[in-house]
């Protein structure tokens, strides 16, 4: 059993099926299949099923996945403990960032890390703080970017806490106001975030809290779409203040949250108890040094 046919394997389950595998692994379909015809065969059991473009994990099929998953976060600790001997001089970091705020908020600090430590290779990978979690926990990301929660399955380093604003049409009958509450946006289309993003589910319960449920106008990840949004009168949208400033526009209004106080407060997570490479160590220590927007 070999290392490249369990990561081909891992790779299926959690793409969802070969072609998207293939494509993560930048590898061919074909190379794909066959390194997981030859797991199975190695084994002498199945592990998918394969129902045309679906597939489904067998009872073995569980079972393989949990070990190959272990085999292959302690393949991975292995290499970043041997990197570590040559002092940052070679290794990876593999690293996930917010989709929303990354533009303003990392481009410096990544500047800087590849400034001081160009022979560290970055993989970088965007997404919703739901999608990064869930990278940590397999260890396909080393660290990660996500709103604060209080679970056991992390450590955590924090970063920023930015309140967050309301972005109106010009022509909305609170545009004129200094601040607004959010319970004055009953009536008001929403335009919200993708399931993946925790920030969403922040304010679907600050709404309900405030006694009514948003009517949707749209979803998306990408913040600059969504004031896009906004500017053609198609509803407001709540982002952090540090966001919401860098993306204003004509025909967009900028307000206060004055209640609730709405919060985006990131952190850096890793899988608790994990080994951290001296890659991901010093991406830590680069935060620390780089207080974030003063008084948020």
Same mark, same amino acid.
């Given at each position: ?35 997981? @015809? ?26 393989? %996945? ?6 292959? +976060? ?63 926990? *397999?260890?396909? %990301? ?12 992390? @450590? ?10 309301? %972005? ?5 009958? %609170? ?20 399931? *993946? ?19 949707? @106008?749209?979803? *998306? ?49 890793? +899988?608790?108890?994990?080994?951290? *490479?001296?890659? @991901? ?16």
């Amino acid at each position: 059993m070999e290392f490249k046919q369990l990561r081909s394997f891992v790779a299926v389950v959690h793409h969802g099926g070969f072609t998207q595998a293939a494509k993560g692994l930048n590898a061919s379909q074909s190379a794909v299949s066959k390194q997981v @015809a030859q797991l199975e065969q190695r084994l002498g059991v199945q592990l998918l099923e394969r129902q045309g473009p679906q597939i489904r994990l067998t009872d073995a099929g569980t079972v393989v %996945l949990r070990r190959a998953e272990e085999l292959l +976060r302690l393949q991975g600790e292995l290499h970043h403990e041997l990197d570590d001997l040559s002092q940052l001089t070679r290794g990876e970091l593999r690293l996930g960032l917010p989709l929303i705020g990354s533009d303003a908020l990392f481009t410096e600090l990544f500047a800087e890390y590849r400034r001081r430590y160009p022979n560290i290779v970055v993989h970088l990978q965007e997404g919703g703080s739901k999608s990064i979690e869930a990278l940590v926990l *397999s260890g396909e %990301l080393e660290l990660g970017g996500s709103l604060t929660r209080d679970d056991p399955a992390f @450590a955590a380093q924090p970063f920023c806490n930015e309140p967050l604003e309301v %972005l109106l049409p010009a022509d909305h009958p %609170l545009a004129g106001q200094a601040d607004v509450a959010l319970a004055q946006l009953a009536d008001t289309p929403f335009l919200l975030y993708q399931q *993946s993003f925790i920030l969403n589910d922040r304010l679907l319960q600050a709404c309900r809290q405030a006694g009514f449920i948003p009517r949707e @106008a749209g979803r *998306s990840g990408q913040a600059d779409f969504l004031v896009a949004l906004v500017a053609a009168g198609q509803g407001v949208v709540l982002l952090p203040r540090v966001v919401a400033r860098k993306l204003l526009r004509p025909g967009v209004v900028c307000q206060t949250l004055r209640e609730p106080d709405l919060r985006w407060d990131i952190a850096f997570i890793w +899988r608790n108890g994990a080994y951290l *490479s001296r890659a @991901a160590q010093a991406w830590l220590e680069l935060l620390k040094e780089r207080p974030l927007l003063p008084g948020s």
